[in-house]
């Protein structure tokens, strides 16, 4: 199997290289070019494997040139109980008959993240040495939140790498920012944006395209790479997880083998619904994947309408990780519907950089319509999402997950579908305690207490623990200062790297 370039004007390259680079030199993401198949027969005895059994076996169909103990050693490292607090790593909870949450959140930075950014450093590592390559390995990631303590916690330390993150700074919960830049580690870099996280991600993607900043870390030894969702070893382990989830159903009798499912997913960056369509795309029987966006509802728009448009306000919401305008997965899902005609892509994507928009043509659109549906939920309407699920199932959502919950509630009032479905919990509800205490508890129990004295209050009310990954971070020492403008990200990456 080999990898293309969605824009066409790359040469195709192997997964290890694939996996290395992180994004193509003409700026595309890498896509594989074509998608293994996995029938009835196969999922039946993957009921009764653990996850890392089901994880080996899907990932050896897209890494064929990694031998089965490469993939043994990179997910048996990755998923294990030193590194996640549940044993199913990613477990499904049914809070009423037909509705379950894949609760994706139980690795070592409470969010979804972690079930890639376990196991993609050791993806990365292992390609790098199969291709032979000798450079040290610069790391670049724009993050929205998650991402970026994900990415640190699971590049810490590794040899041969550094990693650079840039998150905004004014649009991440506390959390999420203590998570960031208290971060420990000898080859780890933070730097907060002024500016939205469109902002930092256009930033990162300029400096991958910076013959300049090539040239510099080439003189240096150094070659950069991404652990955001543009690298398809970020993508790939994230397919594992609804695969997963299909068979834990089968498994405990809640639907039979072959039987459809719907999915719901928050979406901001759409690498998460992603995956869920490249599971469908396998053989996952699917009716829907439902696309649960914020206020910041380009996606939702598109899906409807054709059109993509971020000519539009930036909201800032408090469900931060989905405030994002330019949702750069998306072009996988175009390179893979107009049967992987790059020039078309080529063409959007240049018209969304110069114009801010772009519209696909009437059988693309009518493809999106017939796997997707979109909706999107107000702060307003998440919060109330939060108190009912609270009040009916007892069951804490975080501020991203009540987003799915609210469209999904939209996506069956308007369809009277009631087919079993599965949404996808991007988030413990402790990465986001103010605003989920807000929604359940009473004002006075709250009224004067930082952000970290409501987690506190919010795990005694509700009885549940606050995860180690959060726990005591207002204690630990910041040990990353710098904040930056977008446009000084080129400065700041050459200036962690000692690149005069």
Known sequence: MKYQSSRGKYGAVSAAQAITMGISPDGGLFVPDYIPSINIETLKPMESWTYQQRAIYIMQLFLE??????????????????????????????????????????????????????????????????????????????????????????????????????????????????QMITQEGSNVHVAGVLGNFDDAQSGVKNIFTSNQVIEQLQQQGMKMSSANSINWGRLLPQIVYYISAYADLCQRGSIQAGEAINIVVPTGNFGNILAAYYAQRMGIPVKRLICAANSNNVLTDFIKTGIYNRNRSFEKTISPSMDILISSNLERLLFELTGHDSQRVSQWMDELKSTGRYEVDESTRNQVQEIFWSDYATDTETLESITAAWDKYHYLLDTHTAVALNVYEKYQQQTDDNTCTLIASTASPFKFGTSVAQAILSPELIEGKNEFEVLETLATETGNAIPEGIKDLDKREVRHHTVTPATEMKEVVLSFLNIK
């Not at 477990?91 to 008959?97: F, G, H, M």
């Not at 950014?117 to 724009?142: D, F, H, M």
């Open 65 to 178: 040139e990694f031998s089965p103990e490469e993939i043994k050693d990179c997910v048996n490292g990755a998923y294990n109980q030193q590194k996640f607090n549940h044993p199913q790593i990613a477990p499904l909870v049914e809070i009423r008959p037909g509705l379950h949450i894949q609760e994706l959140w139980h690795g070592p930075t409470c969010a979804f993240k972690d079930m890639a950014l376990q196991v993609l450093p050791r993806l990365l590592t292992t390609s790098a040495n199969k291709i032979g390559e000798n450079s040290e390995i610069i790391i670049l990631v724009a993050t929205s939140g998650d991402t970026g303590k994900a990415a640190l916690e699971g590049f810490k330390d590794v040899a041969g790498t550094r990693i650079i993150v840039f998150f905004p700074q004014h649009g991440v919960s506390e959390v999420q920012k203590m």
